[in-house]
């Protein structure tokens, strides 16, 4: 057979698809293997996120010489502690290569010789003797060399959590937080209080523990002011360019010089009184808040502005901005008035965490020195 024939009904298709297509399925059969242990390991029966308790104890000291041994516990997504399977196709390489080797060699030689000798010896017998050789060689040759090598690389590796199931996992671990489970009370050393001491003890701590869901709500309370405070501040910015476009529009299209200063003086006036706010928007506010009288409702409104001292343009005169109707004004009152209100109750959660604090200074100065009882159990 010629060499070329050699190559002829390969398929060569089959030979470079089939690994490709086991390839893809391998892909679907990891992927699914994957997708079924986040089902299996990650949620019950009942659809809902598995997770793993973990208990520990954390003891920590009170300021009036006690201690508190908590018992702490805290739920932890079962997928953010588990390595996730997620292997995946990265490389396929195809390698067929195939050799024919074919020589062939033929080769023969033949010899032949003859002799002949005829001699007389003696008076009445001759001697005759005949000798001869045919000698013939012959040699083939013959050899064909086929080769064939077949070669599939594959390499798969762990691609670790999928990046949609990461962000989750995100947003779940900003959430997981230890919760307490149960507190006991202590002494400095960690031993058992005795009933006195422990009613003293128990005092203060609910005494501590209102004051800090005072500060809680302070926090909150303030954070509320400081968003109505900076809302406030953006309205202001945005009144005050109103004026300033306006009154740089007369002062350009005016000649009149003594138009001209009388604009650029109005100009001058609203730009202070808005910087001036605009620099002291939370003391203005808290100011406001202070001042308010028995009995005083929404009516007021125009009283808080006042206190303000904004100026505001109505033609070409410039007067205090309550008697203004630009059309930021409402929304301006409307977040002013939010302002106030949200000033007035962090006053008064301020009263209350003052009020609270100075109970327990006095329940600090009657409280003994805790001593733990008589053959009380060790923490």
């Known amino acids: 057979m010629a060499i070329g024939g050699q190559f002829a009904g390969l398929p060569i298709d089959m030979l470079i698809g089939a690994p490709l297509t086991a390839a893809a399925k391998a892909s679907l059969l990891m992927a699914n293997s994957t997708a079924n242990f986040i089902d299996r390991v990650g949620f019950d029966e009942k659809g809902k996120l598995r997770t793993a308790d973990f208990m520990y104890q954390k003891r920590s000291m009170n300021d009036d010489g006690t201690s508190n041994l908590d018992e702490m516990r805290i739920q932890v997504p079962m997928l953010a502690i588990t390595p996730i399977p997620n292997l995946q196709v990265d490389e396929v390489n195809v390698i067929f290569d195939m050799e024919v080797k074919q020589s062939e060699r033929d080769s023969s030689e033949t010899s032949a010789s003859a002799s002949a000798t005829v001699s007389r010896k003696g008076w009445f017998a001759p001697s005759f003797s005949v000798s001869g050789s045919v000698s013939a060689h012959s040699t083939h040759t013959r050899s064909t060399d086929n080769s064939a090598k077949y070669h599939v690389d594959v390499r798969a590796t762990n691609h670790g959590t999928p990046e949609g199931l990461a962000r989750v996992l995100d947003m ?102 808005w910087n001036a706010f605009q620099n002291n928007t939370a003391e203005m506010v808290e100011l406001a808040a202070s001042s308010k009288t028995d009995g005083e409702t929404d009516g007021g409104t125009d009283k808080v502005i006042a206190s303000f001292a904004l100026k505001g343009i109505k033609g070409d005169k410039v007067e205090d901005y309550n008697d203004s109707e630009e059309s930021c004004r409402k929304q301006f009152v409307a977040a002013q008035n939010k302002a106030v209100s949200a000033q007035r109750s962090v006053d008064d959660i301020m009263g209350e965490l003052s009020e609270a604090k100075s109970a327990y200074s006095d329940a600090m100065a009657a409280n003994t020195t805790s001593k733990p009882a008589i053959g009380g159990d060790q923490g």
């Open 172 to 273: 779940l671990a900003a959430n997981v937080a230890p919760a307490l489970v149960s507190s006991t009370l202590k002494d400095g050393d960690g031993r058992t209080l005795s009933e006195t001491a422990r009613a003293k003890a128990e005092n203060l701590k609910i005494l501590r523990q209102e004051i800090s869901q005072i500060e809680t709500r302070l926090g909150a309370a303030r954070d509320g002011l400081n968003t109505w405070v900076s809302q406030l501040k953006n309205i202001a910015a945005r009144q005050q360019n109103e004026f300033k476009g306006l009154l740089t529009q007369k002062i350009n299209e005016t000649n009149d010089e003594g138009e001209k200063a009388t604009y650029s003086q109005a100009l001058s006036q609203i730009e202070d009184s």
